[in-house]
């Protein structure tokens, strides 16, 4: 599984767009992207995941770099719910995750 | 539909006492996980289980820790003689398969606290 580097923390202004990144430079032709996000006392939330392409569901979008050597969350108007942790994941694996320690984001209202 | 329910929520036990969590998958899903995390640290993997079978428990310390997916009923995470260090937030994770791109989705997670 590659390792993952993400700063330790962001700052944004509500309503305005978010770009999380993530790099992840061994990466394999197998390995997914994941992202999960944890509020405090929760565990932690699915967000997406993607392979080569650029993903898109109603929480958020991945963007892929072509070398796929990096990635960046996009959460297109930040709330003040999406004050979390936000952590990414690059794994062949199907289940043995490794959780870094994430980039804590900050939505000022 | 339900997600993955874990309990208790909190648990507080003294120092060489038991302590049992545990976690219903959600509902279709057949494959179970149970993860640690310790006080500012991310969370780490411990054991995957199927119905009456552990599938890989590489994470799980050697001693003390057990967990079970019995026929019936949910999966136990059992520690046994808790002392300070296995206080941290245990969480549950389950999945309908284990393909590539598995996606896991995640219990609320039960915090445990050794006194």
């Known amino acids: 599984d590659a390792k993952t580097t993400q700063p330790n923390s962001m700052e944004s202004n509500e309503e305005e767009p978010v770009h999380l990144p993530c790099n992840h430079s061994t990466i394999s032709g197998t390995d997914y992207i994941h992202w999960y996000r944890q509020l405090p006392s929760q565990g932690p939330e699915y967000v997406i995941h993607?392979?080569?392409s650029n993903v898109n569901n109603r929480m958020a979008s991945l963007a892929i770099a072509e070398d796929r050597k990096s990635s960046t969350l996009i959460l297109h108007r930040a709330t003040l719910r999406d004050a979390a942790v936000y952590y990414c994941?690059?794994?062949?694996?199907?289940?043995?995750?490794?959780f870094g320690t994430g980039t804590r984001l900050k939505v000022l209202a | 539909n339900a997600g993955v329910m874990q309990n208790p929520r909190h648990l507080v036990r003294r120092r060489g006492q038991e302590a049992r969590l545990r976690c219903s998958p959600m509902k279709g899903h057949s494959h179970v996980y149970w993860y640690r995390q310790l006080p500012e640290e991310g969370l780490k993997f411990m054991v995957y289980?199927?119905?009456?079978?552990?599938?890989?428990e590489s994470g799980m310390p050697k001693e003390r820790f057990s967990a079970e997916f019995p026929k019936e009923g949910p999966s136990i995470l059992r520690i046994q003689q808790v002392v300070r260090g296995d206080s941290a937030a245990y969480f549950c994770?389950?999945?309908?398969?284990?393909?590539?791109?598995?996606?896991?989705?995640f219990g609320e997670g039960s915090w445990l606290t050794v006194v």
């Open positions: 994941i690059s794994t062949s694996g199907t289940y043995k995750y490794i």
């Open positions: 993607g392979l080569t």
């Open positions: 994770a389950s999945s309908p398969t284990t393909g590539m791109g598995n996606t896991i989705y």
């Open positions: 289980l199927q119905k009456e079978n552990i599938i890989d």
